[in-house]
Nanobody, 124 residues
Framework: VQLQASGGGLVQTGGSLRLSCAASGRTFSDYAMGWFRQAPGKEREFVAVISRSGGTTYYADSVKGRFTISRDKAKNMVYLQMNSLRPEDTAVYHC??????????????????WGQGTLVTVSS
């Protein structure tokens, strides 16, 4: 399985970015997909997860109402639309695929495959 995240960059407070994650390998539509982030000096933290159908999503409280996760099964893509960005959102963002089909996990240990990450920097 290969996961390739992209779309990061430098944005001002209040701005928006859309992250993309291209997946290949296992049958994409069989698995939930998640986004995590890791800020400098901090542990990796859960951001959002989407079910394999795309019909169910779950967010960390810190991003709820500002971020939206979605997927395009035809393109094997997962997206993270990030609005109203804050300096505390600065981190490397990783997409990930869990070990078990459709497990909408919120802890990193439940995920088997990880993308390389894309850096998001929000300036104040």
């Amino acid at each position: 399985v290969q996961l390739q995240a992209s779309g990061g960059g430098l944005v001002q407070t209040g701005g928006s970015l859309r992250l993309s994650c291209a997946a290949s390998g296992r049958t994409f539509s069989d698995y939930a997909m998640g986004w995590f982030r890791q800020a400098p000096g901090k542990e990796r933290e859960f951001v959002a997860v989407i079910s394999r159908s795309g019909g169910t999503t779950y967010y960390a409280d810190s991003v709820k109402g500002r971020f939206t996760i979605s997927r395009d099964k035809a393109k094997n893509m997962v997206y993270l639309q990030m609005n109203s960005l804050r300096p505390e959102d600065t981190a490397v963002y990783h997409c990930a695929q869990p070990s078990r089909q459709n497990e909408m996990a919120t802890i990193a240990e439940r995920y088997r495959y990880w993308g390389q990450g894309t850096l998001v920097t929000v300036s104040s």
